[in-house]
């Protein structure tokens, strides 16, 4: 039995006043909710929510990695700096690191690497473009994501990776992938991963986000293969993320 896990992405959002408002907020509201939840904050915040959920069930994620342990890479933030401030995950992959910043399938490979290498548990997202699914390209684009990384890393890595479909033309957009769409590609990447290990696809968590809200999470939640959310604008407020955390 897979546990469901809800994701927030705050992306680039937050002050230290929101910070304090969102995550008291999710505290007083965390009593029925069974499901495993993380937010991913801003670098900068790491250290305030770290403090703010300290004793509590939530738990704390980044947003990105560099792939290097460390060094002359100014700017950048590596995977032992995250774990320092008591994160246990990191997004890898997300589509506006994709398509804003050049990270190719092989580098998000090499970031998944340096996040297991660190004992941090990547959230691997992956998705088409509304171009890439209207020419019919959905399973062989996300295969071809997934594949990056089996390839660098072989199966047995999918033991501590969870999976975010995420396909690009719902996020931010309001677009929903109907719970037919998604759970159909939750399934197309179920059986790939079992084409290398049977064990691992049954227990690997495959998330879905893209506009995923109050209204529609339960729906999405209830389909076989989806087994839970990554959650970007709703979960900037805590009224609607603790709902659907509550709809897992
Ligand atoms: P929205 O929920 O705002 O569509 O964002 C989804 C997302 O990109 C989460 O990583």
């Known amino acids: 039995m897979r546990k469901t896990i809800v994701a927030g992405n705050w992306k680039m959002n937050a002050s ?27 670098f900068p915040y790491l250290s ?6 300290s004793g509590s069930s939530i738990m704390l994620g980044a947003q990105n990695l560099n792939a290097n342990p460390k060094g002359a890479f100014t700017g950048e933030v590596s995977a032992n700096m995250i774990k320092d401030f008591g994160a246990q995950h990191v997004i890898v992959g997300h589509s506006e690191r994709r398509s804003l910043y050049g990270e190719t399938s092989a580098v998000v490979a090499e970031k998944t690497k340096a996040a297991l290498d660190a004992d941090l548990t990547p959230l691997l997202c992956v998705g088409e473009s509304l171009e ?7 399973e062989a684009v996300v295969e071809k994501q997934i594949n990056a990384v089996i390839n660098l890393l072989g199966i047995d890595a999918f033991d501590g990776i969870i999976i975010a479909y995420e396909p690009v033309w719902a996020i931010g957009t309001g677009l929903t992938a109907t719970p037919e769409q998604a759970q159909s590609v939750h399934l197309f990447i179920r059986n790939l991963l079992a084409g290398s290990n049977e064990r691992i696809a049954q227990k690997t968590p495959i998330l879905y986000g ?20 990554l959650i970007g604008g709703a979960a900037l407020k805590a009224d609607d993320f603790l709902q659907i955390c509550k709809a897992g």
């Open 132 to 138: 890439e699914r209207e020419s019919g390209n959905t």
């Open 210 to 229: 893209g506009s995923m809200n109050a209204g529609n999470a339960a729906d999405l939640m209830s389909c076989s293969d989806i087994d839970g959310g």
């Open 48 to 53: 305030q929510v770290e403090s703010l959920i």
């Open 16 to 42: 230290k006043e929101s910070v304090n408002n969102l995550i008291g907020g999710l505290l007083s509201g965390m009593g029925g909710v069974a499901t495993e939840v993380i937010v991913c904050a801003p």
